[in-house]
């Protein structure tokens, strides 16, 4: 047993190790993408003071302007000068802290508290959560949220991370796959989301137990369960997060994705902008929500896998809606012998919420 502790402690002071070594790691990212100086030097290396002195007054020649017809648009501008630093010094550096701190937070917490078990035995009685159709729709959701944030952590960062690991070569081949995987991914992954919001609004409208779920931590805080229906508050959070949040990323990703429709490079700049916030944002939020829906609560990954959860379940994270449906209970036998006869579980007990 003192063993098992001794490997336990081991185990934790490594991976709280290896916390503080990508901590760091991503500081020095965000340092080196927060020099937009040495960034414009390497990238135009004509570009110095008396060049934006220039630029600013309009006195460019043609080399500073667009070689498009009949067009007096400066390829280098102030503008865009200010699009560029805003992007490098303040909203590179938040997705790195949003996304690191949030997963500094996650092992943190898994140290300190675990996993959060069902307190009493399983009954081995089933209720439907998710029909197949909701699973299919989540999964599908999921995944693409997944692509386009990876994809895009790779068009933001890849430049500091897998250039100098890989070569120009290998990145230039992995950025033109994360601009095509963004930009053809994107409009289906909002077409999918809104979908997915219409369908779950009732469930996610807020009540007043939400509020005691809140100030009781979700049940963290003081003794017994806290009321949930369908939803708890936490869910509710990340529900509203991509409704309003995840509306205005994809509002904004469409802009850039169509340049065509007359918008010009002033709109387009606010909407990189107003994008690459909320998705950094999103994306952060959305480690934690993966978290709490896998390892970190007995229990939830098995109603979105299979799309039944376990009755003790039902009780202690979301009682008021296990109340209703209490009465639509079935055995594992009868789930088994279901799903042999049609393929087809779901269609067994249809859900009431």
Do not use: C
Request: aromatic residues 10%; charged residues 20%.
């Amino acid at each position: 047993m003192n063993v098992s502790k001794a490997w336990t402690s081991v185990w934790r002071m490594a991976l709280m190790a290896l916390v503080l070594i990508l901590g760091l790691g991503l500081g020095q990212q965000a340092l080196a993408q927060a020099d937009p100086d040495r960034e414009i030097a390497t990238a135009v290396p004509s570009v110095d003071a008396d060049a934006w002195r220039q630029i600013r007054s309009g006195e460019t020649g043609p080399n500073f302007r667009s070689s498009r017809f009949d067009s007096n648009y400066n390829l280098i501008n102030a503008s865009g000068e200010n699009w560029r630093q805003l992007r490098n010094r303040w909203v590179s550096p938040f997705g790195l802290i949003a996304i690191g701190g949030m997963f500094a937070m996650i092992v943190i917490f898994y140290l300190i508290f675990g996993r959060k078990r069902l307190d009493e035995p399983r009954t081995g009685r089933k209720l439907l959560r998710w029909p197949l159709m909701m699973r299919s729709l989540h999964w599908t959701v999921a995944t693409l949220f997944i692509l386009l944030a990876l994809s895009g952590l790779n068009l933001f960062y890849g430049k500091l991370v897998f250039k100098p690991l890989f070569g120009d070569s290998a990145w230039s081949g992995m950025i033109s796959a994360s601009k095509l995987v963004h930009n053809y991914l994107g409009p289906l992954f909002g077409i999918l989301l809104v979908i997915l919001l219409l369908r779950l609004f009732k469930e996610n409208l807020p009540k007043k137990h939400d509020l005691v779920w809140f100030k009781k931590g979700g049940g963290m805080i003081g003794k017994g369960h806290v009321d949930a229906g369908f939803a708890n508050g936490g869910e509710k959070v990340w529900y509203w997060l991509l409704a309003t949040a995840g509306i205005v990323v994809i509002a904004s990703g469409l802009v850039l994705d169509f340049p065509n429709f007359g918008q010009g490079r002033d709109t387009m700049q606010w909407a990189n902008i107003i994008h690459a916030l909320g998705a950094l944002g999103l994306t952060a939020v959305a480690l934690g929500h993966i978290y709490i829906g896998t390892i970190g609560t007995e229990g939830s990954l098995e109603g979105m896998a299979t799309g039944y959860v376990d009755e003790t379940w039902a009780k202690e994270h979301h009682n008021l809606w296990y109340e209703k449906v209490k009465d639509q209970t079935v055995t594992e036998e009868q789930l088994a012998a279901d799903r042999g006869s049609s393929r087809d579980g779901d269609q067994a007990t249809p859900r009431t919420s």
